[in-house]
């Protein structure tokens, strides 16, 4: 059973203002795909601590892999990119884009989600919005591909998975 970390970054969330129900709701469907939910956390829209805890996550507790939702539109406090991007070895931006046009299936508004997906060590990291349909429309669009993923990122995997 692969090993999952949720980071929400939320200013209000993280004062226990409000309620995390995008984050709450990648743990369920997370969970219901077989995925062991092992950390949880709520961060300010802040860089240096959301690169420290996708540090912390993938490099000391060597999650398989990290969902982040929040922060990740064009509002000057959404840094989830730009923290993200700062500590991933490689870019995955298949992914980013899958999402985007899942999500555009649904709303223009998608265009302007900028995240992204990547890897760090061994870790597969995934940026979604903070809305909660448009955290099950990006899940949709890549949860397919997330096992094949991640055994390629930790066993080097090269043969595509139909080919099995």
Do not use: C
């Not at 219901?32 to 949880?40: A, C, E, I, K, S």
């Not at 805890?53 to 990119?81: N, Q, Y």
């Amino acid at each position: 059973m692969n090993t999952l970390g949720v980071l929400t970054s939320s200013d209000s969330r993280s004062h226990g203002n409000m309620e995390d129900v995008s984050g709450n709701l990648i743990i369920e469907l997370m969970r219901d795909h077989g995925y062991n939910v092992v950390q949880y956390e709520i961060v300010p829209d802040e860089a240096d601590i959301i690169s420290n805890v996708l540090k912390k996550w993938a490099d000391i507790d060597k999650l398989d892999l990290i969902v982040t939702t929040g922060a990740t539109s064009l509002t000057v406090r959404d840094i989830m990119p730009e923290a993200t991007t700062a500590v991933l070895d490689k870019q995955i931006p298949g992914i980013a884009e899958a999402m985007r046009i899942e999500g555009m299936k649904f709303t223009p508004m998608a265009m302007l989600s900028r995240g992204v997906a990547g890897i760090r060590g061994s870790t597969l990291i995934l940026n979604l919005p903070g809305s909660p349909n448009a955290v099950k429309e990006n899940l949709g669009a890549v949860l397919s591909v997330l096992q094949h993923a991640i055994e390629m990122i930790q066993n080097d995997v090269h043969q595509h998975p139909s080919n099995s």
